[in-house]
């Protein structure tokens, strides 16, 4: 693992670091034009046409946080325009995903019908559309099928003959865009710059590449959401007790609130806590979603130690199911397991004869990939390279088990499992403050720009104390050298001994302690030697 890592300087960590943006890093005043997409001026036209002749508009959105901002986007602008928008955030155990035959009833009356984050596989839906004579947009940043509904318009930057020129951005962007570019058509004069702060969280969460306007858009959107006037982030930062936001609290704090409500009971709870209008709303939707948080996060918990049980470690993409385990959280759970196993890992309910879940990638391998070779025995399939969805007929199981496992033979080399994000090898002697200015550059850190990763040969491990309620933490003196630094890893039950030597993984950071500042290793990973 070690013998291909370089050895590291402050000089060396800067070119790594740059090397990640080949555009340098751009602005918000090198956003595309809206009118790169493909049908969208076709698709403005249309919903203009709708506005000027009160027709009736549904739109359809999704439950996760995409879904979510996507949703409250569209929905916060035509409040601004004051044009009623009826609004749909599919069920996801009695509607299913996206726009689906089951919504039709629902959507039958209305004029036009307009997808967020969905659509750009609901062929049947589309028809169905078509059939009631009802107009549809399909607005979606998916892979594009081989069949495309037949829709009015279709926005997606994946789609051929889009002239966008950034594949990988998600559905709040897309949705972004269509109001950006109806605002301009109406002459409504709203500030859209403003809508970035929610724009920023479906990005991080929706694990985008922060690179090129990705990463222009969420700088952008921090900053407004560190000034926020809006009543859900003020609630949130009130609730987590912080002044300033950064693309971490998105990642691992606010995102996994915003999806608990669609993950076990219904995503509009998320939207109308986004789209609160005062403080005394905002407390009490996040009061819900919290406690929806936290039942997420026990359920969570009992089906990782249950699959945890099942797994061969020996494939080399992990497949497990069980029955009774909730669907709203599987694909947390194969989460969490690609990332014990460092493999790709699909986690699946079975109910009656159907098997039904999700799977989490690992690094490199592109687990869309591996599945898209077997859809010929799957009943529903769709996602992207790092995380998918499917059913399958629980009697072909095992032979998609198998399938996968010798197609990832040839797919994904065993490099691919090595962990691509750690930028070489560290002594302490360059653990300082200046190390921690020139990383800080680059934020914000995510997917396609994560933070910066270090490991540390030969560590003596100086003191070792325990901390937390369960004592699953350890808070940790290290000296590399003549060189000591603190550090802590969380969530783990390994024990060290004073005196011990190891090999440490880790990133930077600051701790503010009693108005001192110190640098702390957020240790992610021990590796005794000779292990």
């Not at 046409?49 to 946080?65: F, T």
């Not at 996507?70 to 599919?90: D, G």
Request: with cysteine.
């Amino acid at each position: 693992m070690t013998d291909s890592l370089p050895t590291l300087t402050p000089e060396c960590i800067f070119s790594l670091l740059s090397g990640r943006f080949e555009d340098s890093f751009l602005s918000l005043k090198d956003l595309p034009h809206p009118e790169e997409f493909k049908d969208m001026q076709k698709a403005v036209s249309r919903i203009q046409w709708a506005i000027e002749n009160r027709e009736r508009i549904m739109l359809i959105g999704d439950y996760d946080v995409d879904g979510v901002i996507s949703t409250s986007v569209m929905k916060l602008f035509f409040a601004s325009i004051a044009y009623p928008l009826e609004w749909i955030i599919p069920n996801r155990f009695r509607d299913g995903y996206g726009l689906s035959s089951t919504l039709i009833p629902r959507i039958k009356e209305a004029d036009l019908v307009i997808t967020v984050d969905n659509g750009i596989s609901a062929v049947e839906a589309a028809k169905a559309c078509r059939d009631l004579d009802i107009d549809l947009i399909i607005t979606d940043h998916h892979i594009v099928p081989k069949i495309v509904p037949d829709a009015y318009a279709i926005i997606n930057q994946k789609q051929k003959a889009c002239h966008f020129p950034y594949a990988e951005i998600c559905g709040a962007q897309i949705a972004w865009y269509l109001c950006t570019a109806l605002n301009q058509a109406l002459g409504s004069k709203i500030d859209m710059k403003a809508y970035l702060e929610l724009v920023a969280i479906a990005i991080v969460a929706d694990m985008m590449p922060l690179q090129h306007i990705n990463r222009a858009m969420v700088q952008a959107g921090i900053r407004l959401l560190n000034q926020s006037q809006r009543p859900c982030i003020k609630a949130f930062k009130e609730h987590s007790h912080k002044s300033a936001l950064t693309s971490e609290d998105i990642a691992f704090f606010l995102a996994p609130i915003l999806n608990s409500a669609g993950r076990l009971e219904d995503a509009s709870q998320a939207v109308d806590f986004v789209c609160s209008k005062n403080m005394y709303d905002a407390r009490v939707y996040l009061e819900q979603l919290i406690v929806l948080n936290e039942q997420r996060k026990a359920l969570e918990q009992e089906i990782t130690d249950e699959a945890m049980q099942k797994v061969d470690s020996s494939s080399k993409v992990i497949v497990v199911s069980s029955e009774g385990w909730h669907e709203g959280v599987v694909g947390i759970v194969a989460a969490r397991i690609a990332r014990k196993f460092e493999k790709p890992a699909i986690v699946l309910n079975q109910k009656e004869r159907l098997c039904k879940g999700s799977g989490r990638s690992f690094n490199g391998c592109d687990l869309f990939s591996l599945v898209d070779a077997q859809r010929g025995i799957l009943e529903k399939f769709g996602g992207h390279s790092a995380a998918i969805g499917l059913s399958i007929d629980a009697d072909r199981l095992e032979q998609f088990r198998e399938a996968l496992n010798r197609k990832a033979e040839a797919l994904c080399s065993q490099e691919a499992f090595v962990d691509p994000d750690i930028l070489g090898i560290l002594s302490f002697q360059h653990v300082e403050f200046p190390l921690l200015a020139l990383i800080a550059q680059f934020e914000p850190f995510g997917t396609g720009n994560s933070k910066a990763k270090f490991m540390t040969q030969n560590v003596e491990v100086l003191a070792v104390q325990k901390m937390g309620k369960e004592g699953n933490h350890l808070r940790l003196t290290l000296r590399e050298a003549d060189t000591i630094h603190q550090g802590v890893q969380f969530k783990t039950y390994e024990c060290y001994t004073p005196g011990e030597h190891v090999h440490i993984v880790y990133t930077l950071s600051e701790n503010h302690f009693r108005g001192n500042t110190t640098i702390q290793l957020m240790v992610e990973r021990i590796i005794r030697i000779g292990a």
